[in-house]
């Protein structure tokens, strides 16, 4: 059947939006594993001596690994790959990519979380209240997630999709909700990262009166990390905001997508690489890193050091 001339343009149009949401994709994928290549060399130095038990060397090599199986999954759904997918490989492809994406996103989020732990002396009772409060929000955001997952079914790629080679392609079912479960959980991810911010603020600044090795790194990283995210998250509820005026949603949807990973990968990878560095013998702190996060007795003897700034926890004197 022919299509009419405003058909046609619609058609062209969207195919268009995909191409550049492709090369938006590619463009974070370039990016992301430059920054891999450029700091494998700490990487094997620093991360691969520590004891697989370790917390920090568990999320590190999930958060980076995980990386290489979604790069593969989404050149083989989303570029246009003429792989010879069939509607339920397509689906298949769809939900594992999307768990692959799913588990590294929370690994670089607990990096973070840990990073509080440590900083409240790694005390069992403030262990339980993060991990609840962590559970709290991980949770439901990853069920109305996935009830919105759900919603999606493959469809046969048109003619135009075809000719451009995609070979898979999806579509809501009718009179799904697929949007206002987005809506929901950026929402609650946003108050999520707010809250957590908060709480490190408050926790740096009431506990600890000098600055030190520990903090100067979780402020730099973390600091970075959870501006970026909130920001990114804010923009991300606005423009999925009914009745907000945007003239492409797709391509706003998919940069704030793109920007919103390279932060967190990025941001969580560097804090685990700069907390291995970093050896703190004069607080608390340093018993929950070594003990659950990295074994500093894996740090080459030239690079240990005591970390001398910090003379006062809360008002106390410290001895080494």
């Known amino acids: 059947m022919a299509l009419t001339e405003t058909e046609l343009a619609a058609k062209i149009t969207g195919l268009n939006d995909s191409r550049t949401a492709d090369n938006l994709q590619l463009a974070m994928w370039t990016a992301l594993f430059y920054y891999y290549i ?28 995980s990386q290489i199986p979604q790069l593969f999954i989404w050149l083989s759904w ?23 994406e ?49 919603t999606y079914i493959a469809i046969e790629p048109g003619p135009f999709d075809r000719a451009y080679g995609y070979s898979c392609r999806y579509a809501n079912t ?22 957590f911010m908060i709480a490190s603020v408050v926790v740096i600044f ?3 009166r000098r600055r030190n090795s520990l903090l100067t790194v979780i402020r730099r990283e973390g600091g970075m990390y959870y501006i970026c995210s909130s920001l990114v998250l804010f923009f991300a509820c606005v423009i999925r905001t009914p009745g907000f005026p945007v003239e492409n949603p797709y391509i706003s949807r998919t940069v ?39 074994d500093d007795d894996n740090v080459p003897k030239t690079e240990k050091t005591v970390d001398h700034e910090l003379s006062g926890l809360s008002g106390r004197t410290v001895h080494s």
């Open 38 to 65: 450029t700091t494998y060399d700490e990487e094997v130095s620093r991360i691969w001596p520590q004891p697989f038990k370790k917390v920090g060397k568990i999320l590190f090599l999930i958060t980076r690994y």
């Open 78 to 100: 989303f570029l246009p790959s003429r792989g010879p997918w069939s509607l339920k490989g397509c689906i298949v492809l769809f939900q594992l990519g999307t768990a692959l």
């Open 102 to 150: 799913v588990l590294s996103i929370g690994c670089a989020e607990v990096s973070f979380w840990i990073c509080l732990y440590a900083l409240l002396e790694g005390k069992r009772k403030y262990f339980a209240i993060i991990v609840l409060v962590w559970l709290g929000f991980f949770i439901p955001i990853q069920t109305i997630q996935w009830m919105g997952f759900a």
């Open 174 to 195: 009718p009179g799904a909700q697929a949007a206002k479960y987005e809506l929901v959980t950026l929402y609650m991810a946003l108050a999520r990262t707010i809250l």
């Open 206 to 208: 009431v506990r600890y």
């Open 256 to 294: 704030i997508k793109v920007l919103r990973n390279l932060a967190q990968y990025i941001f969580a990878e560097r804090l685990l690489l700069q907390m291995q560095k970093t050896v703190y013998k004069t607080i608390r702190a340093q018993t929950a890193m070594s003990t659950l996060v990295f």
